[in-house]
């Protein structure tokens, strides 16, 4: 992933790999518009891999170096 600013950009490798798990980002050019793109794939994965899902999570959180706070689904 390249960063201009608030700009992001994917290389060809990266769209693929990507596209092979579901993830479509050809509209993508900024973060929110990411975030955006993953969230089906991350309610998906919640749903049919909540194990998997918690484990990206706490990763994530550990390397961001902040606490997750579990909380309830409202579906």
């Not at 700009?7 to 973060?31: H, P, Q």
Request: hydrophobic share 50%; glycine share 6%; aromatic share 6%.
């Amino acid at each position: 992933m390249l960063k201009s600013g608030r700009s992001i950009r994917f290389t060809a490798a990266e769209a693929n790999e990507l596209a092979e798990l579901g993830v479509d980002i050809s509209g993508v050019k900024s973060a929110d518009d990411f975030a955006a793109a993953l969230e089906p794939w991350l309610d998906a994965l919640a749903q049919v891999r909540p194990d998997l899902f918690e484990k990206i999570a706490c990763t994530i959180a550990a390397a961001k170096g902040v606490q997750l706070v579990m909380t309830a689904r409202q579906d």
